[in-house]
């Protein structure tokens, strides 16, 4: 366990955003975490997983902590169900395609989304009708203050829409270590509504699919619409879905008749966020080497060499245009840092 200086994050976060950490360490092992938190000087320290659900808009001066702990284990099963945990380093879709591999259910419908899994709960990472929470059982995570283990339940997470206590009250103050899934054997429910994921599994002439399928899909659809991190500087979906009151979404249909929605509750709508960027015409703009993806408005790209301020600038463009045109406050998804 090395403390290194000045260290480029360009390659830890996927707007590859070229900021640098005055001091970084990468630890595999929750003893190393705990070293880490022990040393006086490193008290007020910057958590980093896989780097996908932020934007980076200055150094960060502080020491940066790379959470890469790994394994995935079965804790217990039957006929039925199966109890996974796993480590917070591991790589989100590598786990998901583990699942599929042993043919376990249930987060097919989350396929290719990026990260790491440690960072999917503070998010509660959701696609196409499916969340994590939906087969989330607990997670283990660090006190960075008392330096103590806490298991925390479904719960006691308080999970909303791409929300947890860990993005809200207890924000900055655990470190996630671990997650523990429950996760099907047989009889595995499919989500197909949602999307144009039916589209696509009959566009491959499947007529009975399995979670393999469905996760091919979501693949070959997220692929079509999404640019790979790898290619093009993004964080995924940039803007949350905003959810409206019945009243004001019939105001707006009366002037936009071709408006989606899905219904949330009795008095509530969502709107995509896409659409609302798509209609303001913001989808495919280009603004020198950063701009808004010419095949889903809901993610901002850098095209290389854009820094988090540019990025920034024009989500919040974005942002209150929306408001002005629709009256729709659109919230970012992502951690601005």
Same mark, same amino acid.
């Given at each position: 366990m090395k403390i290194q200086h000045d260290i480029s994050l360009k390659s830890y976060n996927t707007f590859g955003i070229d900021v640098k950490a005055k001091h970084f360490i990468s630890v %595999?092992?929750?003893? =190393?975490?705990?070293?880490?938190? $022990?040393?006086?000087?490193n008290s007020d320290i910057f958590i980093l997983g896989g780097g996908s659900n932020m934007l980076l808009t200055q150094d960060i001066n502080t020491l940066v902590v790379h959470v890469n702990l790994k394994g995935i284990s079965i804790v217990s099963d039957d006929e039925d169900h199966v109890i996974i945990n796993v480590k917070a380093g591991e790589n989100w879709h590598d786990f998901v395609c583990w699942c599929l591999e042993h043919d376990f259910g249930g987060l097919e419908n989350l396929s290719l989304i990026p990260g790491n899994v440690g960072t999917a709960p503070i998010q509660n990472i959701g696609a196409y009708g499916v969340e994590l929470k939906d087969h989330f059982v607990s997670? =283990?995570?660090?006190?960075? +203050?008392?330096?103590? !283990? $806490?298991?925390f339940t479904k719960s006691e997470c308080h999970f909303d829409y791409r929300n947890s206590i860990f993005k809200q009250e207890l924000k900055g103050s655990y470190? !996630?270590?671990? &997650?523990?899934f429950k996760l099907t054997k047989r009889a595995h429910v499919l989500h197909t509504? +949602? /999307? %144009?994921?039916?589209?696509?599994?009959?566009?491959?002439?499947?007529?009975?699919? #399995? !979670?393999?399928?469905?996760? $091919?899909? &979501?693949?070959?659809?997220?692929?079509?619409?999404?640019?790979?991190?790898?290619?093009? /500087? #993004?964080?995924g979906s940039f803007f949350k879905n905003p959810v409206i009151d019945k009243l004001a979404f019939q105001k707006l249909a009366e002037k936009f008749e071709d408006i989606p929605s +899905? !219904?949330?509750?009795?008095?509530?709508?969502?709107?995509?966020?896409?659409?609302?960027i798509e209609k303001a015409g913001f989808k495919g703009k280009r603004f020198d080497n950063y701009g808004v993806h010419k095949?889903?408005?809901?993610?901002? &790209?850098? +095209? /290389? /060499?854009?820094n988090g301020d540019d990025i920034l600038n024009l989500s919040k463009l974005i942002q209150n245009t929306i408001l002005r045109i629709f009256g729709i406050e659109i919230e970012a998804e992502v951690n601005i840092i």
């Open positions: %595999t092992s929750i003893n =190393e975490l705990l070293e880490v938190l $022990k040393l006086e000087e997670c =283990e995570a660090l006190n960075v +203050y008392s330096r103590e !283990i $806490k298991t470190i !996630i270590c671990s &997650v523990t509504s +949602y /999307g %144009t994921i039916q589209n696509e599994l009959d566009h491959m002439e499947i007529t009975n699919p #399995n !979670i393999q399928d469905i996760s $091919k899909a &979501v693949v070959t659809i997220r692929k079509s619409k999404l640019p790979d991190p790898k290619e093009i /500087g #993004n964080s +899905y !219904i949330v509750s009795e008095n509530e709508i969502k709107v995509p966020a896409g659409w609302l095949k889903q408005a809901l993610v901002l &790209v850098n +095209y /290389g /060499g854009a």
